[in-house]
């Protein structure tokens, strides 16, 4: 079992940058697959990025593409989002997630562990 802890999140302008850091607590870290979701008010979880157990493959939803970072360090246990160029349609609670599976997932569905979500506002 994997326990994951989000923090990093809060409130910036348009433009600015965040990063977003996950610590994961438990054995077997880098037996997952690990993703970010983010869920605003009134809308469902959507998926923001996505990267493999080694580290070497890395995926994106189309609004975050070329903006957003997703990257991981297995002797920390801990995954990191680093969003540049900030929107307003950012705003969100942002969570990360885990996935014994094998394959990339996007659905969040999919991921077996979740954090406790970090908020990110982004002011125009």
């Known amino acids: 079992q994997v326990q994951l802890v989000e923090s990093g999140g809060g409130l910036v302008q348009a433009g600015d940058s965040l990063r977003l850091s996950c610590a994961a607590s438990?054995?077997?870290?880098?037996?997952?697959?690990l993703g970010w979701f983010r869920q605003a008010p009134g809308k469902e979880r959507e998926f923001v990025a996505a990267?493999?157990?080694?580290?070497?493959?890395?995926f994106y939803a189309d609004s975050v593409k070329g903006r957003f970072t997703i990257s991981r360090d297995n002797t920390k246990n801990a995954v990191y989002l680093q969003m540049n160029s900030l929107k307003p349609e950012d705003t969100a609670a942002y969570y990360c997630?885990?996935?014994?599976?094998?394959?990339?997932?996007?659905?969040?569905?999919?991921?077996?562990?979740w954090g406790q979500g970090t908020q990110v506002t982004v002011s125009s």
């Open positions: 997630s885990a996935d014994r599976g094998r394959l990339l997932n996007t659905r969040s569905s999919n991921y077996d562990y």
């Open positions: 438990g054995h077997t870290f880098s037996a997952y697959n």
């Open positions: 990267i493999t157990r080694s580290g070497e493959r890395t």
